[in-house]
């Protein structure tokens, strides 16, 4: 089966990624952790079977990008806008009938199993959500373009899964969810996942 699988990450530039984890253990620290996880990412979905689709943010980092991941990754330049106008574009661009993933690059506990069991997943299910400890989701996908779920959603809070979920319940879409893994943002998220002693 082809999936469409869509990464999101930002240039790795000191000020840009992760400022709760930065403000905690410093720049460059944060700045090597998150290339690990988005190393790990990019890995989990190769072994997976699947060629993920990196979309990169500022439009000025293609280079910066290529320069970090290799001249072979299918870089593409994400929307402008919240995180819900960037999942939508994505998704648009996913081929029409394609199933389609979107992935965070900052949960270093995703391994290809995860992303296997949601591709199998959509054989039976619209949707299939993978669920962060912290309130919100280091994956989404389904099997065609989602009809208003993003807009407005509460970003960067704890309730974008719980309205994620009513949203999907009021549209009727019935939905899988794999298990709930740590995305990391703090020094405590990335003790616990085993990137600080």
């Known amino acids: 089966m082809t999936v469409h699988c869509a ?15 930065a403000a905690e253990i410093g720049e460059p620290h944060a700045l090597r952790l ?6 790990r990412t990019i890995a989990a979905i190769t072994e997976a079977g699947f060629r993920p689709s990196v979309w990169y ?4 980092g293609r280079q910066e990008m290529a320069r970090w991941l290799g001249t072979d990754v299918d870089f593409r330049l994400q929307a402008s806008g919240d995180m819900g106008v960037r999942l939508a ?6 081929p029409e009938g394609e199933p389609w993933l979107a992935v965070a690059g900052d949960c270093p506990a995703l391994e290809a199993v995860h992303i296997r069991e949601a591709v199998e997943r959509l054989e039976d299910w619209p949707v299939v959500l993978g669920p962060a400890l912290a309130g919100g989701y280091y994956l989404i ?3 065609a373009p989602l009809p208003d779920l993003w807009s407005e959603m509460p ?13 999907l319940e009021s549209l009727r879409i019935r939905w899988s969810e794999l298990p709930a893994l740590r995305e990391v943002e703090t020094a405590t998220d990335a003790r616990a996942a085993g990137l600080l002693t």
Do not use: C
Request: glycine share 8%.
């Open 7 to 21: 990464v999101f990450l930002q240039v790795p530039r000191p000020g840009q990624v992760k400022p709760r984890l």
């Open 34 to 39: 998150y290339r690990i996880m988005a190393a």
């Open 57 to 60: 943010s500022p439009a000025d």
């Open 89 to 94: 574009a994505a998704v648009r661009a996913a």
């Open 141 to 143: 996908g389904g099997k």
């Open 155 to 167: 970003w960067g809070s704890n309730r974008v899964l719980d309205e994620t979920r009513r949203r």
